[in-house]
């Protein structure tokens, strides 16, 4: 399990490593967006940077409508358990955005009220 921290505006944050292909943790504070469906999403800059292997492009849905994403493999160290998964990269993407696809494999607990963050 993780400690998450509450950002300014309410936005909850977890700190990941992302590995890159030479086997680097580089740490990084991502946000859970539950709006995201994916695992992951990031700057594509970013992704290209981790040197992961790109596998394809989709077609997502987005707040300011149907986007395309670049596709990654990407690993990514989480509550000490490595995770290959797939990456969503796009030019538009300011954040590490963790997706509400984590949420059917782990749990969440959210209180603001106590200040408790957890996931995992």
């Known amino acids: 399990m993780i400690?998450?921290?509450?950002?300014?505006?309410g936005q909850l944050f977890f700190?990941?490593?992302?590995?890159?292909?030479d086997g680097l943790n580089l740490p990084v504070a991502?946000?859970?967006d539950t709006g995201f469906t994916g695992f992951?999403?990031?700057?594509?800059?970013?992704?290209?940077?981790?040197n992961w292997l790109y596998v394809g492009k989709e077609r997502l849905r987005t707040a300011q409508g149907e986007t395309k994403f670049l596709i990654y493999s990407g690993t990514?160290?989480?509550?000490?358990?490595?995770y290959q998964i797939p990456v969503?990269?796009?030019?538009?993407i300011t954040e590490v955005l963790l997706g509400s696809e984590w949420l059917k494999i782990l749990p969440l607990v959210v209180n603001y009220q106590v200040g408790i963050l957890t996931f995992g």
């Open 3 to 9: 400690q998450g921290i509450f950002g300014s505006e």
């Open 15 to 21: 700190e990941i490593d992302l590995i890159t292909n």
């Open 30 to 32: 991502a946000m859970l």
């Open 40 to 50: 992951l999403a990031m700057n594509k800059q970013d992704v290209n940077d981790l």
């Open 76 to 82: 990514i160290l989480l509550d000490g358990q490595e």
């Open 88 to 92: 969503y990269a796009g030019d538009e």
